[in-house]
């Protein structure tokens, strides 16, 4: 095959990705992609830190790291960690962060381990419901008086995991020196 084929083979390969990027319905309308089709699954985009620590005190460093920040463990165990924090970043928004703290040991003598980290962001409004009621009043008859009430409720509007980055950076080195001063401490 000579260099005109490769060409072709080229061009074709490359029309073939491009087109595979976008999903056509029916109609000529786009159809987006799925979410799992952005997971790239990259070694250095990861939710995990190794620590010089046995699980129970890499754990305990992830809780005390959760607390020294204002969140509010709820669940705990030796292994595992979860806990979370709102926040009401404007008027009728309110947003939660909720951490998922996994530690597992590495290696055959259990003085290293991992701590595998999740955060998920929900993000809730405020959403007004009126409720109607009657009254009716026996001894003057038949008179009933409509009492109108709203009650506001938060509806989750939206969630979406915290992407790898400096977020969870931030959170392995609090967890990092705390290990240290736990150390310290013994």
Same mark, same amino acid.
């Given at each position: #095959? ?5 060409? *072709? ?5 490359? @029309?073939?990705? @491009? ?11 786009? &159809?987006? !992609?799925?979410?799992?089709?952005? +997971? !790239? ?14 699980? @129970? ?19 705990? *165990? ?7 924090? *709102?926040?009401?970043? +404007?008027?009728?928004? !309110? #947003? +939660? ?25 929900? *993000?809730?409004?405020?959403?007004? &419901? ?20 709203? +009650? ?22 609090? #967890? ?5 001063? #736990?150390?310290?401490? !013994?």
């Amino acid at each position: #095959m000579g260099a005109r084929g490769h060409t *072709r083979i080229l061009a074709c390969w490359l @029309a073939s990705a @491009a087109l595979a990027g976008c999903v056509w319905a029916p109609g000529g309308a786009r &159809v987006p !992609h799925s979410v799992y089709q952005s +997971e !790239h699954f990259q070694s250095d985009e990861t939710f995990s830190r190794l620590f010089d620590a046995s699980v @129970a005190d890499t754990c305990e460093a992830a809780r005390r790291a959760l607390l020294s920040q204002g969140y509010v463990i709820t669940a705990s *165990r030796a292994d595992a960690i979860s806990g979370s924090k *709102r926040f009401q970043p +404007e008027g009728e928004v !309110h #947003m +939660e962060i909720s951490f998922t703290v996994v530690c597992v040991p590495e290696g055959a003598s259990g003085t290293l381990s991992t701590a595998y980290v999740s955060a998920l962001q929900d *993000r809730y409004v405020i959403k007004k &419901v009126a409720n109607n009621t009657s009254l009716g009043v026996g001894a003057l008859g038949s008179i009933s008086v409509p009492l109108s009430s709203s +009650e506001e409720s938060l509806v989750k509007v939206g969630s979406e995991t915290i992407p790898a980055g400096q977020f969870y950076d931030r959170y392995f080195a609090l #967890m990092q020196r705390l290990l240290a001063d #736990m150390r310290e401490g !013994h």
